[in-house]
C-alpha cells in the first residue's frame, strides 16, 4: 500500500478536492499502485450529487462562494460537507470491481484511522449519527453516537475509494450553521443538528495537534505493513489532478460523462 502524506504540500493541498477521485483513475490505469493518503485542505465546500438536484442549487452555491468558500462538486457519495484546517482528510483507493467487498473496503481502508482514535483516547464504531451533516451509514461515531468522522464509499470503473474526514478541532455549532444556511437558501427543508457532531478535540478534552494525530496514523499504517515511507504522486498523477480539479469546480463540467458505477 503506497503512503502518501499530503499534509503539508501546499500543492497537493490546492489539489484536495478532487485529488481521491485523481488517485483512484491513477489505480485502476495501473499508474498507481493501491495508495492510502492523509491530506489537510484549504477551506472549501464539497457538495454530492444529491445537492445538485436542489431547486435552487446556484444561489445557495454563490452564498457560499460570497463567504470566501469556494464550491467544488463530487462524483459520488454523500451532501455538503465543509473541509477546513479544523479536519484532517483521508482515502484509501484499490482495485475492485466487486460489488460484495463494500463492507471489506469500509473496514480495511479505514482501519489505521480508527485504530489512531481509539489510541488517543476516542474509539469509534461504523454507525449513522442522524441529523448530522452529511449523515451517512457507514460514518465514524463515538459511544455516544456523535459523528467524529463523516466516512463514504464509491464504486467506479476499477477502483474503489473509501473516503473520510475525521473532525480534528472543527467547529460543529459553526458548520452546521454555515451548512444549514446554504440548504435554505438552496431551498431545502433539510434539518441539521449540530448536537450529533463531536470533534476530536471535544471528545478527549484537550487540544491534539495536527502533527501528533498524523503520525499516529502514520504509526497504525506502519503497523499493518503498509509503507512507512511516505511518497509523492507521479507526475501523471499531478497532471490529471489539476484538469479535474478544474471540471470539478462549480458548476461542474461533464459530471454525467463521470465513470461513476455505485456509491455509498
Do not use: H
Request: net charge positive.
Amino acid at each position: 500500500m503506497r503512503f502518501i502524506d499530503a499534509t503539508s504540500d501546499p500543492q497537493l493541498r490546492q489539489l484536495s478536492p478532487t485529488l481521491a477521485e485523481t488517485v483512484g483513475v491513477a489505480v485502476a490505469a495501473g499508474r498507481a499502485p493501491e495508495t492510502f493518503c492523509l491530506r489537510t485542505n484549504r477551506p472549501y465546500v464539497l457538495l454530492g450529487p444529491q445537492d445538485l438536484r436542489l431547486p435552487r442549487v446556484e444561489q445557495g452555491a454563490a452564498w457560499l462562494e460570497g463567504q470566501g468558500l469556494p464550491v467544488y462538486v463530487r462524483v459520488g457519495g454523500g451532501a455538503a460537507v465543509l473541509l477546513d484546517e479544523g479536519c484532517l482528510s483521508f482515502f484509501g483507493a484499490v482495485p475492485c470491481r466487486d460489488i460484495g467487498r463494500l463492507d471489506a473496503n469500509f473496514r480495511e481502508l479505514t482501519l489505521p484511522v480508527r485504530q489512531a482514535c481509539a489510541a488517543l483516547g476516542a474509539p469509534v464504531r461504523f454507525g449513522r449519527a442522524p441529523g448530522s451533516y452529511c449523515e451517512g451509514p457507514q460514518d465514524l461515531i463515538t459511544a455516544e453516537g456523535r459523528k467524529l468522522l463523516g466516512v463514504a464509499q464509491a464504486l467506479r470503473q476499477g477502483y474503489a475509494l473509501v473516503s473520510g474526514m475525521l473532525l480534528r478541532t472543527q467547529d460543529p455549532v459553526a458548520t452546521t450553521t454555515l451548512l444549514q444556511e446554504f440548504y435554505r437558501r438552496s431551498g431545502s427543508d433539510r434539518v441539521l443538528k449540530a448536537e450529533m457532531v463531536t470533534s476530536l478535540a471535544r471528545e478527549v478534552g484537550r487540544a491534539i495537534s495536527q502533527e501528533r494525530v498524523v503520525a499516529e496514523i502514520v504509526r497504525q499504517a506502519a503497523s499493518l505493513g503498509w509503507d512507512s515511507e511516505p511518497t509523492l504522486l507521479t507526475s501523471w498523477e499531478m497532471d490529471l489532478g489539476a484538469q479535474t480539479l478544474s471540471a470539478r469546480r462549480y458548476p461542474p463540467r461533464d459530471l454525467a460523462r463521470s465513470p461513476a458505477v455505485r456509491s455509498v
